[in-house]
């Protein structure tokens, strides 16, 4: 269940080094809504260091605009290409380095975590992710983007939202059992007839 929140108001970042996605979530009681979201265009920028500085002057200004609460972005994944690995981990680290620098408290969320908090499915495809949002926060046809690296980053901040409602609870925990087992105080009991 989720706890209600007087109002906040989520950023969500999808890294990439050609479009970064951003979305911004905006959360009364226990309801989500969109604020907005869209991509930084840096598909046609070949300096690698333009780029990044391009990345933190809009991610620092969408955060001017929206004032954050909170920010939710994508872990990059491990892949085979070495160097596509460091250029997304950039990218990361100097969005990461906006919030930072506004005090805005970041979370990392894994890919397949992001899509198995929204469709239930960790491999889910980015189509069926964004359908769910879709649904899920009543976008319109004509406000969805054409960019899927936008509802990549609205469903980090989604996924971020979900997990407001949940106990937090030490790392060494593996599983509900185990929860239980080491947080008693944090369990009520209910009573049984």
Not at 48 to 63: A, D, H, P
Not at 65 to 85: C, H, R, W
Not at 89 to 101: L, M, T, W
Not at 130 to 141: D, N, P, V, W
Request: hydrophobic residues 40%; charged residues 25%; contains cysteine.
């Amino acid at each position: 269940m989720l706890k209600s929140v007087k109002e906040k108001i989520i950023l969500g970042i999808d890294p990439g080094t050609n479009y970064m996605g951003y979305g911004v979530l905006k959360v009364e009681g226990t309801k989500a809504s969109i604020v907005c979201m869209g991509v930084i265009d840096l598909h046609k920028e070949k300096d690698t260091y333009k780029k990044l500085g391009y990345i933190f002057e809009r991610v620092w200004s969408i955060i001017e605009t929206y004032l954050p609460d909170e920010m939710a972005i994508e872990a990059p994944f491990f892949g085979k290409n070495v160097q596509s690995m460091l250029k997304l981990g950039r990218a990361q680290g100097v969005a990461i380095a906006a919030a930072v620098h506004h005090s805005v408290p970041i979370t990392e969320y894994a890919p397949t975590k992001i899509k198995m908090a929204l469709t239930g499915n960790g491999s889910a495809a980015k189509e069926q992710v964004s359908g769910m949002l879709q649904r899920i926060l009543q976008i319109s046809e004509q406000d969805m983007q054409t960019h899927l690296d936008a509802t990549d980053a609205l469903a980090a901040a989604y996924c971020h939202y979900l997990q407001m409602g949940r106990p937090t609870s030490d790392s060494t925990a593996k599983s509900w059992a185990d929860y239980v087992k080491k947080n008693p105080s944090k369990i009520t009991k209910r009573k049984t007839e």
